[in-house]
Each structure stands twice: as C-alpha cells, then as structure tokens.
C-alpha cells in the first residue's frame, strides 16, 4: 500500500503542485505538436509551393525523369523562397522578433507583428474568389482589411491560388516541348520507323533547345517576375 502511495509519474504529481505540472506537461505537447507542423505550415503561407511545382513542371516538360534529382529541386526551391520571402522575413524580425526579444512588446504584441507582413503577402497573391470560397463556406463576414483576415481561410485559399498561378506556368512551359514531341513523332511515322520510341528521339532536341535559350534563367526570372 505504501508503494502505492509513493509511486509517482513523470510531469504527473498527485500533491499540492499536480495542477502546475500538467499544465506544464499540455504546453510541452503543444509546442512539439506545433513544431512537427511548422514545416507544412511555412510551406504553404511561402513561395515554396509555386517555385516547386514550376521546377517540377520543368522536368517533366524536359522527360528526364529523375534529372535533376529531387534534392536539387527542392534545395533550389527553398533558395529561391527564402529571396523572394527576404522583404517579409526582415519586417518580421525588426518589428516582431527583435522588440520581442528586447522585452519591448509581449508574445501576444510580437505574433500579431508578426503576422501582419505574412497576411499581406499571402493576400496579395491570393484571389478573391478563392477567399471568398473559405468565407462562404464558414459563414463568416467578409473582412474591411488585411488584419481582419483569418489565417485559417486565408492559408488554404493562397495554397490553391498558388497551384493554379503554377499550373499556368507550367503550362506555358509544356508548348514548345510539346510541339518537338508532335514534330519527331510524326516525322517517324512518316518514316516508317513505328517501333522507334518518339521520346528517345525528342530528348536530345528538347535539351538543346532549353539549354540554347538559356532555360534555367528564363524559368527562374518569370518564377521572380510573378512576385
């Protein structure tokens, strides 16, 4: 019975500071909790998201499979995102984080800070009837500012906004390679070679082509140009 009595949980207490320590117990679930989203989160209130489906787009347009390979992909996207975020990541830090850290404002002061430059850059590139989709559908009344805004309306309806501005560009991108594919295709038919795969013939044309017109540039300067 003693043992019983004695025996004790981590970050559980069952004495006078019980209530203490779970509360501390619940605020270390939600910030692990919040951490293991974060990532998602930033990717989705970013550039990232347009960036990598344009570059994925690209090689898909090009039929290089794994060339270049993922990690490139994605370490140029997260380059090119932290670029084009630098404006909003430096307003952040100088009216949020820094007087935070300064003990000039509280935490509840720094995170509306801090959003503010995220909101109007996410509303920026978001279109109204996106928006206007997540408000219909909660029922809620239609915001007077950008600070009125709600983030969880707000986040989704950039997201999708996103895809589309990028499903635009990569369609614009498939055209000329689309049209190398019809021409050897139909040259081959034409002569006679039927078992010839069009797409190992295409390949080495498609590669020129990008690599004559400079295709890297031109690809990341309209992804810059776009914001």
């Known amino acids: 019975m003693d043992l019983l009595i004695n025996l004790t949980i981590p970050g559980l207490d069952f004495g006078s500071n019980a209530t203490e320590d779970v509360s501390v117990t619940v605020q270390l679930v939600l910030l692990l909790t919040v951490l293991s989203l974060a990532p998602a989160i930033l990717v989705l209130m970013t550039c990232f998201t347009r960036i990598v489906v344009v570059l994925s787009f690209v090689r ?20 090119l995102t932290f670029f084009v975020m630098s404006p909003v990541l430096s307003e952040i830090n100088s009216e949020a984080l820094q007087p935070y850290l300064n003990e000039e404002i509280g935490q509840e002061e720094a995170l ?26 909660a029922e809620l009344e239609k915001p007077e500012s950008v600070e009125d805004i709600r983030l969880t309306a707000l986040v989704p309806a950039f997201a999708i906004s996103e895809l589309k501005t990028a499903f635009q560009i990569g369609f614009i991108i498939f055209i000329p390679f689309l049209i190398i594919d019809m021409v050897v295709a139909s040259t081959l038919m034409a002569m006679g070679m039927m078992m010839l795969p069009p797409v190992m013939i295409s390949l080495p044309f498609k590669i020129l082509l990008f690599v004559l017109v400079d295709g890297w540039y031109l690809v990341v300067e309209s992804l810059l140009l776009s914001f």
């Open 60 to 79: 898909s347009a090009l039929a290089t499979q794994s060339m270049p390979p993922n990690q490139v992909l994605v370490g140029l996207a997260l380059f």
């Open 112 to 137: 509306d800070a801090a959003e503010l430059p995220i909101k109007e850059f996410m509303a920026g590139h978001t279109r109204e009837k996106d928006l206007a989709l997540f408000y219909k559908y």
